[in-house]
């Protein structure tokens, strides 16, 4: 009877075919990966649609207490006459105004914050006790050029502005002038939307005194309060009992201290940017403002945005674990399979938007971290039938998750964790590789 023997190229075929077919998935598992990246850009519209609606729950609290507020101010307004000519060569009688700012100003400020809450998104409110003190010396009115006579020194008035005084402020308003007290009334005509001015008892031999003023009032505002350098030197003392301000302007404060408390933070400038007199409000004193922000410190719409950035690192370190259990231990899972987990960590996603707004970033990113390595080392540990395979996985996962969660914490140092943690995972990738026959 004859023997039949397979020939070599029989033989030889098998191994080439089985090598293809794990190359093939290999591939194929690397497509469905950036598949499943996919469903992510759409968890970011929704994310930027939660964002949108807490942006309308906040302007709709600021329209009805009081929006962001910045104070400017006092300063003296002289108005006076010069005298020129038409485009007819007619002469005609034109109208200006001087400005004059304080040569020193002190501002001491309290701020009371509240929560509002519109739904489930928080507000930060405030009310606040401001005092401000300050003087005028003498005025440097030669400076203007304009002949003594031409200056209305009688309609001198002390002009004052907050951003959102129709609602910020609810009671009369009074500056004591050299010991007089003179009331604050609206007044367009300066310049300056929504000012108030207080007309005041001057003439021109008052001009070459010093004069004192000081006034105090409560204001109402919405997360961010600002004072504007209104005077050549200037002087702000800010103190609350937020434990999480933002300090913002043009000017760090020169001391702060910030504890669980609250913060007490205060500022010295020089604005020497501007002069102590100039005409028709040629210069706008909030250029020059600093403050605080008044901030929730945990935005978790902007760290879930983050997050979802690394979905694609996540879902590739997962199925490249995936892969290597198949290939080292040849246990087999199904493309399938691999969608199907590949959704768990996606829907992670969803359920940190969703518990963070409740709970907060860091509570929910638990939470919802260990509800998905639950679930995707209970699906693969049932498939794979092994208990150890299925802790290596669930350690794989918590690794990954604690690695995204460090990163975003460190913001400043995202790019250097990134770095480090690529090289690692690829070494670690490498290393179980290394005996795999391709």
């Keep these: 009877m004859e023997t039949i023997y397979p020939s070599a190229t029989t033989t030889s075929t098998s191994p080439l075919f089985d090598k293809g077919k794990l190359f093939l998935k290999a591939v194929i598992i690397f ?78 400020s309290e701020i009371i914050p509240e929560k509002r809450h519109r739904g489930i998104y928080q507000v930060v409110v405030y009310r606040s006790n401001i005092s401000i003190s300050g003087k005028f010396d003498s005025l440097k009115w030669e400076q ?12 001198a008035k002390l002009m004052f502005h907050v951003t ?11 500056v004591n002038w050299n010991n007089s007290n003179i009331l604050f009334n609206p007044a367009g005509e300066t310049g300056m939307q929504d000012a108030l001015t207080a007309a005041l008892p001057f003439s021109q031999e008052q001009a070459a005194q010093e004069h004192l003023f000081q006034l105090k009032f409560s204001l109402n505002g919405s997360e961010k309060l600002l004072f504007a350098a209104s005077a050549r030197e200037n002087k702000i003392t800010m103190r609350s009992s937020w434990k999480d301000p933002s300090f913002t302007g043009v000017k760090l404060p020169d001391e702060r201290k910030v504890s669980d408390s609250g913060f007490v933070a205060s500022w010295k400038y020089m604005n020497r940017a501007v002069p102590m007199v100039w005409k ?50 040849k246990k087999q899972l199904h493309l399938v399979q691999y969608g199907l987990a590949g959704l768990g960590l996606v829907l992670f996603y969803t359920l940190l938007l969703s518990i963070s707004e409740y709970l907060g970033f860091n509570t929910a990113y638990l939470i919802a971290g260990i509800a998905t390595i639950g679930l995707v080392t209970w699906y693969v540990g049932n498939i794979m039938r092994s208990s150890r395979l299925a802790i290596f996985i669930s350690f794989v996962l918590t690794i990954v998750y604690a690695y995204i969660f460090s990163i975003i914490q460190l ?28």
């Design 31 to 108: 497509i469905m990966a950036l598949g499943l990246w996919i469903p992510t850009y759409f968890i970011k519209g929704v994310i930027g649609e939660r964002e949108s609606r807490q942006r309308e729950a906040i302007a709709d609290i600021s329209n009805k207490w009081a929006g962001n507020q910045t104070v400017t101010g006092p300063v003296l307004i002289v108005p006076y006459l010069e005298d020129t000519k038409n485009s007819n060569g007619i002469p005609v009688v034109i109208r200006h105004t001087a400005v004059f700012i304080p040569s020193k100003t002190d501002i001491q």
């Design 144 to 155: 203007l050029k304009v002949a003594p006579e031409k200056i209305l020194w009688q309609e």
């Design 164 to 174: 959102d005084n129709l609602k910020g402020i609810n009671e009369d308003l009074y």
């Design 280 to 329: 028709d409000n040629v210069y706008d004193l909030k250029q020059a403002s600093f403050g605080s922000d008044l901030i929730i410190a945990v935005d978790g719409y902007d760290k879930t945005q983050r997050s979802v950035k690394y979905a694609l690192l996540c879902i590739i370190l997962t199925f490249a674990s995936f892969f290597l259990i198949e290939s080292i231990y």
């Design 411 to 438: 913001q400043d140092y995202s790019l250097l964790m990134g770095s480090i943690g690529l090289f690692i995972a690829l070494g670690v990738i490498m290393f179980f590789s290394r005996k795999l026959q391709w």
